[in-house]
Nanobody, 129 residues
Framework: QVQVVESGGGLVQPGGSLRLSCAASGFVSKYYAIGWFRQAPGKEREGVSCISNNDGTTTVAASVKGRFNISRDNAKNAVTVYLTMNNLKPEDTAVYYC????????????????????WGQGTQVTVSE
């Protein structure tokens, strides 16, 4: 069974940076995608950036393009996915979650929360003066 643990959130001033980590383990195949999503109070969970494990192809939401970068480090049956967030804005405040799409093979992954599963507990990011 896949297990996912997020870390790295915190309080940061506007214009600052944070790096989130998503440690996932228990995979039996290299064909899957991992995505970072966020959910602000009263809003639906939205895709931020997703990465295909097999070929490293990424998908990035327009709202964070040019500011956020997703990357991964692979190990046997495990992976750590990083979300480097620069030039943070108050509207980036949310709980950030990591999830798995176990049916993805190659190419730019879909970054829609409805197809992801094995969610972690989330990590809070607050951007404020």
């Amino acid at each position: 069974q896949v297990q996912v643990v997020e870390s790295g959130g915190g309080l940061v001033q506007p214009g600052g940076s944070l790096r989130l980590s998503c440690a996932a383990s228990g995979f039996v195949s290299k064909y899957y995608a991992i995505g970072w999503f966020r959910q602000a109070p009263g809003k639906e969970r939205e895709g931020v950036s997703c990465i295909s494990n097999n070929d490293g192809t990424t998908t990035v939401a327009a709202s964070v393009k040019g500011r956020f970068n997703i990357s991964r480090d692979n190990a046997k049956n495990a992976v750590t996915v990083y979300l480097t967030m620069n030039n943070l804005k108050p509207e980036d405040t949310a709980v950030y979650y990591c999830g798995i799409d176990p049916w993805w093979a190659i190419g730019s992954p879909r970054c829609t929360s409805s197809v992801y599963q094995d969610w972690g507990q989330g990590t809070q990011v607050t951007v404020s003066e």
